[in-house]
């Protein structure tokens, strides 16, 4: 049997449809990862007694910046758009026109279809070619976002909502504007400009950069790394260089956090502090074989080595994790 542009156009749309769910089931691991890891950090802290003290709102922003690399490791630049705030909630059905305007105005779907969009307004029906809405798709595609990814002061749910609502949002105006295509010009489109349209369709970041082989497990273990590397790198420096000796009752009470540290993968060496005085009985207790060095934990966080870590045992996109170890690295507390 024949193709049509009918085969190609109605090919689109499916395509979308399948890679939703493939984005959306990555959503959803992520937003479940986060959850166990913020939960557990959480119970170790609580153990301790540490609370997070008047700096409480700029240390979860860096936990949660710190998380977000992750992510960003993962699944490349494209989902800092995903989380970005959404401006229009508004269901996406349409005609071609009205939808092609909502693509216009959306650089995260314009660089999904830009240069589709613009091919097939140089060659398809008269109509399609000098219809004003869609001469706005012409445009260049956009720059990848270059804005840090930050989702400041977002807690791990929120920020898998945003996520998720994100890439649906995108899909249904992509899988919407796919349908109204169809509607319209399914009948006169010339089929070597369908199938030009499919194919490049297919070359979009929404099609090659859906996050593949991620494991929940792996990805929980990555978000509590992330997480404690983000609570590392937000402790004071100087008030842990005065206060890192074992008279601070603080380096044994925050020992659980370096045993913690160790079980993820962290290197025991730099975070560990060996007591001189292991087995000996002092008034109330024996003294531990070890506890943590704050100071050495917070240089190790700071360094190359914790992001090796935190994107060792992850099949990511390899640019996304270039970016996201250039931004852990300069990310410093404020």
Wanted: proline content about 5%; aromatic content about 8%; cysteine-free.
């Amino acid at each position: 049997m024949a193709e049509t542009a009918s085969h190609y156009l109605g090919g689109v749309r499916m395509d979308i449809l399948e890679y939703t769910n493939k984005w959306e089931r990555f959503a959803n691991i992520a937003r479940t990862s986060y959850r166990r890891a913020y939960q557990s950090q959480a119970a170790i802290l609580t153990k301790v007694k540490q609370t997070i003290d008047a700096r409480k709102k700029r240390d979860i922003e860096i936990m949660t910046f710190t998380l977000s690399l992750l992510t960003l490791g993962v699944a490349g630049t494209l989902t800092n758009r995903f989380v970005k705030k959404l401006t229009d909630g508004a269901k996406s059905a349409g005609n071609v026109g009205e939808l092609a305007a909502k693509i216009a105005s959306d650089s995260l779907i314009l660089d999904w279809t830009g240069d589709t969009m613009k091919a097939l307004s140089k060659r398809a029906a008269e109509k399609l070619a000098h219809d004003p809405l869609l001469d706005k798709l012409n445009l260049k595609n956009p720059a990848p976002n270059g804005d840090a990814f930050s989702p400041a002061g977002m807690n791990p749910e929120e920020y898998g909502d945003r996520l998720s609502a994100g890439i649906l949002l995108r899909s249904e105006i992509l899988s919407d504007f796919a349908r109204a295509f169809y509607d319209a010009f399914a009948e006169s489109l010339p089929v070597e400009n369908a199938r030009a349209a499919k194919q490049a369709l297919r070359q979009s970041r929404f099609f090659t950069d859906v996050p593949t082989g991620i494991s929940e497990e792996a990805l929980t273990r990555s978000a509590k790394q992330a997480l404690w590397i983000g609570w590392a790198k937000a402790r004071d420096l100087p008030y842990w260089e005065k206060a890192n000796h074992e008279f601070n009752p603080e380096v044994w009470e925050l020992t659980p956090i370096r045993d913690e540290l160790v079980a993820l993968g962290a290197p025991a060496g730099p975070i560990t502090r060996i007591n001189k005085m292991a087995g000996l009985y002092t008034p109330g207790r024996r003294q531990p074989p070890y506890s943590i060095d704050m100071v050495g934990l917070i240089r190790w966080a700071r360094s190359p080595q914790a992001g090796q870590l935190l994107f060792g045992g992850l099949a990511g996109n390899a640019g996304g994790i270039a970016a996201a170890r250039q931004r852990l690295q300069s990310m410093l507390p404020v």
